[in-house]
Nanobody, 125 residues
Framework: QVQVIESGGGLVQAGGSLRLSCAPR??????MGWFRQSPGKEREFVAG????????YYGDSVKGRFTISRDNAKNTVSLQMNDLKPEDTAVYYC????????????????????WGQGTQVTVSS
């Protein structure tokens, strides 16, 4: 079992920034992703990154505002969130995939094997 722990959530005003981090053990063995879920809605893909860091991909609603990165030497995956909007309010989850993700499996929750417990991000208007 891989333990995935998120950190960095909080309350911020619209237009502000937050940085989320995730630190699974043996990070270089996994493709990683961030998802979010707000009450009454399905879990939504936010961003993903290949195990080498050479490939990144984003959900349409966050393109140009969010940036995913990883440092395998430090076992850390980060999600830099800029220009936050009230609609970004959600619980954010970090997820790890032991298999290499391609195509539509990159942004599908069932493509990932291990999940964190989530961290709350609240954006006030």
């Amino acid at each position: 079992q891989v333990q995935v722990i998120e950190s960095g959530g909080g309350l911020v005003q619209a237009g502000g920034s937050l940085r989320l981090s995730c630190a699974p053990r043996a990070l270089s063995s996994y493709d990683m992703g961030w998802f979010r879920q707000s009450p009454g809605k399905e879990r939504e893909f936010v961003a993903g990154i290949s195990r080498s860091g050479g490939s990144t991909y984003y959900g349409d609603s966050v393109k140009g505002r969010f940036t995913i990165s990883r440092d395998n030497a430090k076992n850390t995956v980060s999600l830099q969130m800029n220009d936050l909007k009230p609609e970004d309010t959600a619980v954010y989850y970090c997820a790890a995939s032991a298999g290499r993700l391609i195509g539509s499996r990159r942004n599908a929750p069932d493509g990932y094997d291990y999940w964190g417990q989530g961290t709350q991000v609240t954006v006030s208007s």
